[in-house]
Structure formats: C-alpha cells, structure tokens
C-alpha cells in the first residue's frame, strides 16, 4: 500500500507469463490526511465541471494502457508457442523392446514405437489331501494389445481380453498362441504407420511426434525403418476384426468331445452365450458330435469380459 496525500493505493498488479496480466489498482480517501477547502470552497458547478474533467483524463489514461495491453497479447502469445515447443521437444522417446519379447514381473511383453502386447497365465490349484500336493486344475490367461506413445498414460486399447478361463493348459496356449499370430502383423517394424484412430495418442500440442507416420500419409521424417505401407488396412484385418467381435461377447464356453480330450488332442470350440440351436449342432459337429456319434460333449473352458466377470469355478460348472 502507498499513502499519499488525501489517499491511499492498493496495487495489485500480476503477470503470468504466456497465461494472464492483470493491472489492478484501488485507492481509498485518508481524512487524516486530506485537506479539502480549497475544493469546498467553489461552486458546485465548477466542481462538477472538474469532476467530468478528472474522469475523462482517467478514461484516456486507461484508453493508454488497454493499447499497451494489446502489445502483450501479441508477445504473450508468441511466449505461449514456444511453451508449448518446449513440451513438444522435452517429449522422452517412447520404451520399447524393439519387437522381442521380454519377461517381466507379471507375464511377457513385446512392443515396438507405436504397439504392446501383454499376457499374464496364472495357474490356479487345489490342495489334495491323497498326494499332499497343490494339484492344477485350470489355468487364466489375460492378454491385451495397447498403444505405446510416449506418454505413457492414456494409452488406447487395440484387442484383449482378462481372465479367461481353461481346463487344459494345451488348449489355453492353443489359444494364446492364435492371439499372438493373429497380431504379429503389428511387430514387424519399430516404428509402423499409426492408424488415422490412434493418431492423437503420439501428437503433442496437436504436432506429431519425430520419427512417426500415419497411415496414408506421407512420413515426415526419414527414419531408418522400413517404409510405410501404401494400404491403410493391414492384410488380418480380418482376423483381427474377428477377434473383437469375439470380446464384445460377455459370455462365452469352450466345448469338447470326450472321447477327444482324453486321447490328449488339445482344442474344442468356443461358443457365445446365449446361442442358436443351429450354433449348438454346428459346434458340436466340429469336435465330432453327430447323430450317428452321440457322444456327450463337456465344458473345457469358459471366458467373461471384465465389465461382466463369472466367477463360478470351473468345476461346478462341468458338474452341473
């Protein structure tokens, strides 16, 4: 606060760089200071007059700084661009494993500049009383396929799935080992084309990022990868539609002959719940189930979708 003569000043003037200005100043009347006969001594008229002269002597020193404040918003914008330059360069490069799987603390793990792919089997037991031994029953198998941008936050799932449950351990890495097949497309360079839908997980302040490419554009920069292909769609985009049209089912069982199971052949067929009696007999025909060949057929498996879990285990599920 500054005192001056007949008044006080409040000054509370802020800048922010690149974000806001603010002049700010409130003054207030000091009696013990103020000497006002000189001004009670004129006519009314006259102090009007004055007072309409004094005003407009304020408005045009505030007119003066609203034209200086016009000269920071130019400047402040120009401070703003190179912020946001700055975030762009100081992006770290993205952590990957150059196309190789890895272990890690909970399963593997392959990965490239613009794709992840992890997995995780627990194998689930039971304790038995005869051997005095924890005996495997079932096996979980949870995996996912992410973007990998720089970012590490926010990243877009591609495909996946969590917890899917399986009585056969050859039948879950069956399964395991399709998934990996159906995506291996995906881990062939360190640094492929970004699908137009997943651009913006690697741009920053809306520029993308060195060394990246969309798919149908021109790469900007040369890299020391392979060039970007001249067709958007991958060549198992078939596939791979498939397989999310098999995660949009919240329910699904994984059926067998057993006759067939127990001559040790992995396999069986997963079948979506609820389903057709045409579904039924066509699953059913390809693990060898016919009318000329009523075998029973049993539950080998099961798999639910993490918004919709089924926790009910798998051996009260084959009981029943």
């Known amino acids: 606060m500054e005192k001056k003569k007949g008044y006080s000043m409040f000054e509370r003037d802020k800048l922010d760089p690149a974000d806001s200005m603010r002049i700010e100043r409130n003054i207030y009347f000091e009696e013990q200071t103020a000497d006002l006969s000189g001004l009670t001594a004129l006519p009314l008229e006259q ?10 002597a304020e408005q045009a020193a505030f007119e003066a700084l609203q034209e200086q404040a016009a000269a920071w918003d ?35 793990h392959i990965s490239n500049r613009v794709y992840q792919m992890r997995y995780h089997i627990s194998e689930n037991t039971r304790y038995d009383r005869e051997k005095e031994k924890s005996i495997p029953y079932s096996w979980t198998l949870s995996w996912s396929i992410y973007t990998n941008s720089p970012h590490n936050y926010g990243q877009a799932k591609i495909a996946g799935q969590e917890r899917k449950v399986f009585a056969d351990k050859a039948a879950m890495e069956k399964y395991l080992n399709g998934r ?22 690697f741009k920053v302040n809306g520029q993308l990022l ?5 798919e149908g554009e021109e790469r900007a920069q040369p890299t020391a990868e392979k060039a970007a292909p001249t ?8 596939e791979q539609r498939k397989e999310r049209e098999t995660i949009n089912e919240q329910f699904s069982i994984l059926i067998d002959s057993r006759s067939r199971f127990e001559t040790g052949k992995p396999g069986g067929v997963w079948l979506p719940m609820p389903t057709t009696t045409e579904q ?15 075998q029973d057929f049993f ?22």
């Open 47 to 56: 102090l009007q007059a004055l007072r309409e002269e004094y005003a407009a």
């Open 74 to 108: 130019e400047q402040a914008g120009k401070t703003l661009a190179i912020d946001k330059a700055i975030e762009y360069v100081r992006t770290p490069e993205a952590t990957h494993t150059a196309n190789q799987w890895e272990a890690t603390d909970y399963g593997k």
């Open 180 to 201: 990996i097949k159906a995506y291996q497309h995906l881990f062939t360079e360190v640094s492929p084309p970004i699908p137009p839908e997943y651009a913006e997980h």
């Open 210 to 214: 060195p060394g990246y490419a969309i």
């Open 231 to 238: 067709t958007a769609e991958p060549p198992q985009d078939t």
């Open 280 to 294: 039924l007999h066509a699953a059913m025909e390809s693990v060898g189930i016919t009318a000329d060949n009523p």
């Open 299 to 320: 539950i080998n498996g099961y798999s639910s979708t993490e918004d919709c879990p089924f926790d009910l285990p798998l051996s009260v599920m084959q009981s029943s």
